[in-house]
């Protein structure tokens, strides 16, 4: 094993945390600076196609049935044009840190869903599912936290003990909230999709791209009965420019790769645990740039929202899959849908999907 292989994946994760978070911070500048938030996903949308296609025609196209098509535009709906106007028109009303906060409510959600459907099975006399039920509780409280309770300010203004230690939010920050919440629900709901949609068209490469070309489609009709003024349209200034370019070809191009690339490697767990630092330097160079004002209620629900997503990645980590015989994986997680944390999804001939 050389450098690369023992410290790539490592490194390109790091890598790609300030990657999101300087998606995170790009488009609230760019919103605030008065660009439509379902402009910026028709835009976003359509750069991420036409970096993606041409890939993905080279690479090899599989043949698409009705059932898969349909598939697709569903997976598109909830993954790619409900997720994303939901999480920028959050990051618009509440903030960039809150945001990428939220998201570290995926796991938990998941864990949730896969529970109700059978693919995950809840042992209380395993420590692990105990973790795994704690973890969810505790996503779920650090995301009601910094919905209702936002409290004195911590930076960015004068330090005031004035009142009650915890006030509830404004109308626009608790609006901004419930709209993260929604998000993350549809991306878990992506993520759950993901097993039949994969079952039914394995060539993920082929797939993002198509779930690009609909989300761009369905998301520029959206947007069409949303914006009825055609000034809309227009990029007025460099900041929404770059927005548009950054989030299209780094944020959402380059990062599918990575995301894949490491994924294979070292198996979707290891990504996972990268989540909570995007909230950190997020939070950091948002005060220190945008100038976003952090409270007490938002900074203790961030906290135990972290806590809860590692508590239930260490639940998870080895409750599927413990020792290999022969190569072959002694549970029958594969025939019942279950997916092991630990192992790389990605085979050498094979590609990841990510629809960040």
Known sequence: MGFWEDYGPLMAMLALQFTYAGVALSTKAALDHGLSTRVFVVYR???????ITPIAY??????IGLKSF?????ASLFGVTAFQNLYFEGIHLA???????????VPAL????????????????SIRSIAKVIGTFLCVSGAMFMSFLKGPKLL????STEGSIFLFGTKHWLTGCLLLMCCCCCWTFWMIFQVPMSKQYPDHLSLSAWMCFLGTLQSATLALFLEPDPRAWNLKSNIEFFCVFYTGTIGSALSYFVLSWCISKRGPLFVSTFSPMCTVIVAFFACLFLHEELYTGSLLGAITVVAGLYAVLWGKAKDL???????????ESSESCKIDLQEPLLEKKSHGVNGR
């Open 45 to 51: 949308q359509a750069i991420a196609t036409l970096v």
């Open 110 to 125: 998941t864990f949730i869903v896969a529970a109700f459907l059978g693919w995950e099975k809840v042992d209380i006399r």
């Open 321 to 331: 899959v413990n020792t290999h015989t022969d190569g072959q994986l002694i549970n």
């Open 58 to 63: 080279f690479h090899g196209r599989a043949a």
């Open 156 to 159: 960015n203004t004068k330090f």
């Open 70 to 74: 349909c598939m697709m535009f569903i």
């Open 95 to 105: 903030s960039s840190s809150v945001a990428t906060a939220m998201s570290n409510l």
